[in-house]
């Protein structure tokens, strides 16, 4: 059985960082894209980031781009999402989500068939 298991989430304040942990098992994903969504109240589900399993390529919304970083650790069988210089407006449930590879990189929710249960990230004014 495939879990994904966030974790890392709680409440900071603007300017400061978190590191969110997805803990992958029950499948090898050297042929997915690993990546990171979010959700706040009432908006929907929006891709912050995705990497291959294998490789070193990331790709990063638009919105964190410089202030993200995506990472994995082999060992572990674990994703990671740096979060720095957050702000107010990055609040949201943060989702991990395994998508089988394609020459285009996933970015919408569809194209994911794995996801984790969110972690809550609170940023604070």
């Known amino acids: 059985q495939v879990q994904l298991v966030e974790s890392g989430g709680g409440l900071v304040q603007a300017g400061g960082s978190l590191r969110l942990s997805c803990a992958a098992s029950g499948r090898t994903f050297n042929n997915y894209y690993m990546g990171w969504f979010r959700q706040a109240p009432g908006k929907e589900r929006e891709f912050v980031a995705a990497r291959r399993w294998t490789g070193d390529s990331t790709y990063y919304a638009d919105s964190v781009k410089g202030r993200f970083t995506s990472s994995r650790d082999n060992a572990k069988n674990t994703v990671y999402l740096q979060m720095n210089s957050l702000k107010p407006e990055d609040t949201a449930v943060y989702y991990c989500?395994?998508?089988?590879?394609?020459?285009?990189?996933?970015?919408?929710?569809?194209?994911?068939?794995?996801w984790g249960q969110g972690t809550q990230v609170t940023v604070s004014s």
């Open positions: 989500a395994a998508a089988p590879f394609r020459p285009v990189v996933p970015t919408t929710p569809g194209r994911y068939d794995y």
